[in-house]
């Protein structure tokens, strides 16, 4: 990418803020934003100067023709349950980048993931028994995720829609996105389709 030193960076979904505490170390002006208040105080301890965080809704635009770069990175997109709100995703950041602006998608490649899913695991960790199930329905793939602890039961699923190269190129498209590269993996090898365990997407503002 060779962001020019200053570059102005959003990071959607940023969690607890590894990736753009990162960013802000290089000198660059970040601002992570996530849905998560548990998330967002976290963050807040480590706000400077050039790293700020807020919560907010990635659908929704924070602010137009702001930023340089827009991330989203380790598989931050695809939990809302209806195609049009991962499509307000996309277009929210390219509203949000100046013109000729990039957005970076890290995503999982759901064919590698779909062709190795293992339907039943059951792990201990710290001396809980956790049965987890995986399926793919509807168009996403499935994560329940069941455990007792406290003698309580607890259940959780995890919904991820199941988006293809051609699902991205839809939204870039819709949001004015241009798809300049494609990666398979961290090292930035050729996507294939069959072997590549991420999609890795640099898309720029038209």
């Known amino acids: 990418l ?49 790293l700020h965080f807020a919560i907010h809704d990635m659908r929704r635009i924070i602010s137009a023709n702001t930023f340089d770069y827009v991330f989203n990175l380790f598989t931050s997109i695809g939990y809302f349950r209806h195609d049009h709100d991962q ?27 779909i062709s190795r899913l293992i339907p039943e695991v059951h792990k201990t960790i710290d001396g809980i028994d956790f049965h987890i199930s995986r399926r793919v329905e509807n168009g996403f793939i499935i994560k329940d995720i069941k455990f007792n602890t406290d003698n309580k039961d607890h259940h959780y699923t995890e919904y991820v829609e199941a988006m293809t190269l051609k699902d991205f190129d839809r939204y870039f498209r819709h949001a004015g996105l241009k798809r300049l590269h494609t990666f398979g993996n961290y090292a930035l090898q050729p996507f294939d389709v069959n072997l590549s365990e991420r999609l890795i997407l640099i898309a720029q503002k038209i």
């Open 2 to 50: 060779k962001p020019a030193p200053g570059s102005v960076m959003l990071d959607q979904a940023c969690g607890r803020g590894r990736h753009a505490r990162f960013l802000a170390s290089l000198g660059f002006d970040v601002t992570g934003i996530d849905l998560s208040e548990n998330n967002i105080a976290y963050c807040k301890q480590f706000e400077t100067a050039n």
């Open 87 to 113: 499509q307000l995703t996309v277009s929210s950041a390219a509203t949000a980048l100046r013109k000729a602006g990039f957005y970076i998608i890290d995503f999982m490649n759901v064919h590698w993931v």
